[in-house]
């Protein structure tokens, strides 16, 4: 006779095994049939504990990503008369995004809309209260509404910031704020709902109605594309969006001519290995439970970052005659941004291949593509965000495959995995990336147009001479 820990041990089995195969979701018009059914006229479900305290743990790690880690990152790699600006920057877009994605920017990325952008009902995120819960990857397990919205919020707060990166030491601290605002309304938030937006899993329960979820998904999404923590919308959208700004402002007086490196490397060490940490909410805090299955996404963003450090670091010194601390750090960001799409769709020979590669095609980038095409990325946000986050997109759908160690693509409906197309994949990851591509630099552009016509985007010559932090700030970071 079974006994009540014989059943609540089958009931936690099965439910590891619904969560194992919910990571092929993200990105899918058809997806999971889970393991774990509920009864028609079984209760709602209630939101677990160890999910909940796991999603607001990852939540906390990813503000410390942004404040400090990303301040001290940027900071330590500009020049000390600017250190402050862009600590600055990135404190108050952090905070400034964190009360707009509240006022108005979860409702437009996370309800229902078109295919492009989400509605108003949540405006001021009314009708969410502690009992409201969201979805998660498997069918009957849900998080509380305010620990989804917290969580997503952290994501919408810090892209942005990366951006800030790519015009370091000569943009307005007004024009920043304002850039912001443009480009996290029209470009964030409609490539997260793109991406990111669809109707859950309890939604699928036969073929009809995943044809009538998908139709309500968002655009990349009903393409078929994967990215499991923001590949597309986090890296490849503020990478391509800094590449711009770089070119809009132009370069840094005395860029080529002047030597500009960075001013405290143990900084910057420090700010990396706090994004390093604090990515791991990033990526496995994006499973939405706290399973097995989250912590294989662990030890691929573990093994990911800690691959491309090395490869970064064997690479600069067989080329460049000597191994770096700012290389080996850079080595490790690039290898983050690289397997955030992937974390949850590749094995570890996936994970460990995608790590290996991105640390010498972030390096090449920086070092060769950078002079080769003459623009002024002061701190590599493109070389490193959006092309590390478009080769980690890409080879998503390569490493994605069963035959490769990955999880494959698990039909909902069919409650199996499915048979695997490569080729169709990869176009579908291709979709994710030029959208973003496209849709990204087009707002951008017209964004950093508007402000630099109503209030200006270059701080003055004298101005950037002095350093932005005395000027513009009134303060220094050294007496």
């Not at 439910?15 to 006229?41: F, Y």
């Not at 009992?131 to 919205?149: L, M, R």
């Not at 069919?414 to 591509?437: E, H, P, R």
């Amino acid at each position: 006779m079974k006994t009540v820990e014989d059943f609540e041990m089958n009931f936690m089995n099965d439910r590891k095994v619904a969560g194992s195969v919910a990571r092929s979701l993200v990105g899918l018009g058809i997806a999971l049939s889970p393991l774990l059914v509920l009864a028609e006229d079984a209760a709602p479900p209630v939101a677990n504990k160890g999910d909940t305290a796991w999603m607001l743990v990852s939540t906390l790690l990813v503000i410390m990503m942004a404040v400090p880690g990303l301040a001290l990152f940027y900071g330590g790699m500009v020049r000390s008369k600017n250190m402050l600006s862009i600590c600055m920057q990135v404190f108050v877009t952090f905070s400034l995004l964190t009360v707009l994605w509240c006022v108005y920017g979860y409702s437009l990325a996370f309800t229902e809309g078109n295919a492009f952008f989400g509605g108003f009902g949540r405006l001021m995120l009314s009708g969410v209260t502690p009992d409201s819960t969201a979805a998660t990857f498997s069918k009957g397990v849900v998080i509380p509404e305010f620990a989804y919205i917290a969580f997503q919020c952290t994501f919408a707060a810090i892209t942005p910031c990366l951006i800030v990166g790519a015009f370091a030491e000569r943009m307005k601290f007004s024009a920043v704020l304002a850039f912001m605002v443009l480009w996290f309304t029209f470009s964030y938030l409609p490539v997260a709902h793109m991406v990111w937006f669809w109707a859950g899993p309890d939604a699928y329960t036969d073929a009809d109605a995943a044809a009538k979820a998908g139709s309500i998904a968002g655009f990349i999404f009903q393409k078929g594309a994967l990215d499991f923590a923001g590949g597309t919308v986090v890296h490849i959208n503020a990478g391509i969006a800094g590449l711009v700004g770089a070119l809009v402002l132009g370069k840094r007086k005395g860029y080529g001519t002047t030597a500009m490196p960075p001013h405290n490397l143990p900084m910057v060490m420090i700010g990396a290995s706090l994004l390093w940490v604090g990515w791991f909410g990033f990526n496995v805090g994006s499973n939405l439970e706290a399973s097995g299955f989250a912590a294989q996404v662990f030890v691929n963003t573990f093994l990911a970052t800690a691959a491309a450090a090395v490869s970064w670091t064997i690479a600069e010194w067989m080329f460049r005659g000597a191994p770096t601390m700012l290389g080996a750090a850079s080595g490790a960001i690039a290898g983050l941004v690289a397997i955030t799409p992937a974390c949850g769709f590749v094995g570890v020979t996936g994970a460990l291949v995608i790590g290996l590669v991105v640390g010498m095609l972030c390096l090449w980038s920086v070092s060769k593509l950078k002079s080769w095409l003459g623009y002024d990325d002061s701190l590599d946000v493109f070389g490193v965000h959006c092309l590390g986050g478009i080769f980690g997109a890409i080879s998503t759908g390569v490493f994605c495959s069963p035959k490769l160690g990955g999880t494959g693509v698990y039909d909902y409906v069919a409650n199996k995995v499915g048979d695997f197309d490569m080729t169709a994949q990869v176009i579908s990851q291709c979709w994710g990336v030029g959208t973003t591509l496209v849709w990204s630099a087009v707002v951008a552009f017209i964004s950093y147009k508007l402000v630099d016509l109503v209030i200006g985007l270059r701080v003055s010559e004298e101005v950037e001479r002095e350093g932005l932090d005395t000027a513009e700030h009134g303060e220094r970071a050294y007496s």
